[in-house]
């Protein structure tokens, strides 16, 4: 189940798409935010173990030392939470 310690949630939609013409599926806009509105709607764990299987869990399973964590020289996309609304940050 998703509230294991090592679960965590990924998709197989590519993070940069370089073509306008690219068919946009959902899973490629929707599936981090998603599963963060599950989370905080059904309170199915706390907000921050949920991030941790959106961001560290998944850099360390598949050895992408460049993203994970927020810091300076890293790879980073955001989803800033206020009030259980979701608001995508996209930056280049």
Known sequence: SL?????LVASNGPSLVETTSAVKHERLLNTFSKFLEIVTSTKMMP??????KLTLTPAQKFNLPDRGVIK???????V???????SHVFVK
């Open 3 to 7: 509230s294991r310690e090592k679960a």
């Open 47 to 52: 907000l921050e173990a949920a991030i941790k």
């Open 72 to 78: 300076e020289e890293k790879v980073a996309d955001l």
């Open 80 to 86: 800033l939470l206020k009030d259980n609304k979701i």
